[in-house]
């Protein structure tokens, strides 16, 4: 079973930068983060996986959003996410994901848009 925990929330100001982490138990194959801002839709933010390839980070977020994973002793790890030039628009609700989907995609093998395990969320506002 995995569980996902999510933390480093709270306020910043805008232009600052701010980390978030995602304590996760259990073996995965692809991590997310999504974010949800107030009256906005869920939205995808970065992936990663083990699969052997780099973090794939939204377009819009590239340059400002960065991803990282460490690996801890038996079926733990720690996925962050670092926001640096903090805007406004950043403001939202964090949640971590996790799941074993992947498919294959011009011969690499993807995460697929598939997490069943989610962490409860971490706040973000921006002042």
């Known amino acids: 079973h995995v569980q996902l925990v999510e933390s480093g929330g709270g306020s910043v100001q805008a232009g600052g930068s701010l980390k978030l982490s995602c304590e996760i138990s259990?073996?995965?194959?692809?991590m997310a983060w999504f974010r949800r801002g107030s009256g906005k839709r869920r939205e995808w933010v970065a992936t990663?996986?083990?699969?052997?390839?780099?973090?794939?980070?939204?377009p819009s977020h590239e340059g400002r959003f960065v991803v990282s994973t460490i690996s801890h002793e038996g079926p733990k790890k720690t996925f962050h996410l670092v926001i640096n030039n903090v805007k406004p628009e950043d403001a939202a609700v964090y949640y971590c994901a996790a799941g074993d989907t992947v498919v294959s995609s011009n011969g690499m093998m993807k995460c697929a848009d598939d997490y069943p395990y989610w962490g409860r969320g971490t706040q973000v506002t921006v002042s």
């Open positions: 990663e996986s083990n699969l052997g390839h780099r973090a794939v980070i939204d």
């Open positions: 259990g073996n995965t194959t692809c």
